[in-house]
């Protein structure tokens, strides 16, 4: 089974603090995302990876910044953490459109973060 | 552009009748479509996918959606809900007119079931 881990669940913050949220996965994906989650918003990606060093931006990169200096490792980074990016952050990973099942996203447990 | 609507925010049944989660699509190109469930303090499970196979697609759990391009929709159902089922559910559409495709969520539904 695909293993997507998150190195933290819960994280409390202040507000201008840098603040890491590390994603690990198992299966040796090409593919990694990063989402936040919000009450009636559904999911909204941040950033995604298709490949070591790579990124992209997704629809609301603003605040935030990642690194992907290993294939499994998919950090998110708040530079400077504020109040409206208290949420759910969850991270995904898939394989690369040449693999089979290459379309499925599997996903961390999630880390809810509250920025004071 | 791509979009997904959920058209209920919340739906509740009783236990052992039936689910019907509404989602409706746009999409320019030949999309997958998934439906994803959430159980509280979770990450999210895919429940099943449609990937231009069959447009029946069953997946765990007893549920099940139908792929109706005509109508663009992809709703999702199971014939006698049980009290495990109520959690979040989403659907999603992903195009792929590109190989990185962008994948775009839903709002989600809130399912409750009641005894």
């Known amino acids: 089974d695909v293993k997507v881990t998150q190195s933290s669940r819960y994280l409390v913050k202040r507000t201008g603090e840098k603040v890491f949220l590390e994603c690990v996965q198992d299966?040796?994906?090409?593919?990694m995302f990063w989402y936040r989650q919000d009450p009636g918003l559904g999911l909204r990606l941040i950033y995604f990876s298709y490949d070591v060093k790579m990124k992209e931006k997704g629809d609301i990169p603003e605040g935030y910044s990642v690194s992907r200096e290993k294939k499994e490792r998919f950090s998110l980074i708040l530079e400077s953490a504020s109040t409206n990016q208290t949420s759910m952050y969850l991270c995904?990973?898939?394989?690369?459109?040449?693999?089979?099942?290459?379309?499925?996203?599997?996903f961390g447990p999630g880390t809810r973060l509250l920025v004071l | 552009a791509q979009s997904v609507t959920q058209l209920d925010s919340h739906v509740s049944v009783s236990e052992g009748t039936p689910v019907l989660l509404r989602c409706n699509y746009s999409?320019?190109?030949?999309?997958?479509l998934f439906w994803y469930v959430q159980h509280p303090n979770k990450g999210l499970q895919l429940l099943l996918k449609y990937t231009s196979a069959a447009t029946l697609v069953k997946g765990i759990n007893g549920f099940e959606a139908e792929f109706k391009k005509s109508e663009t929709s992809f709703h999702l159902t199971k014939p006698s809900a049980h009290m495990s089922d109520a959690a979040e559910y989403f659907c999603?559409?992903?195009?792929?007119?590109?190989?990185?495709?962008?994948?775009?969520f839903g709002p989600g539904t809130s399912l409750s079931v009641i005894p």
């Open positions: 999409s320019s190109y030949s999309p997958s």
């Open positions: 999603v559409v992903s195009d792929h007119k590109w190989a990185y495709d962008k994948v775009i």
């Open positions: 299966m040796d994906h090409e593919n």
């Open positions: 995904a990973s898939r394989p690369n459109p040449l693999r089979e099942g290459w379309q499925t996203q599997y």
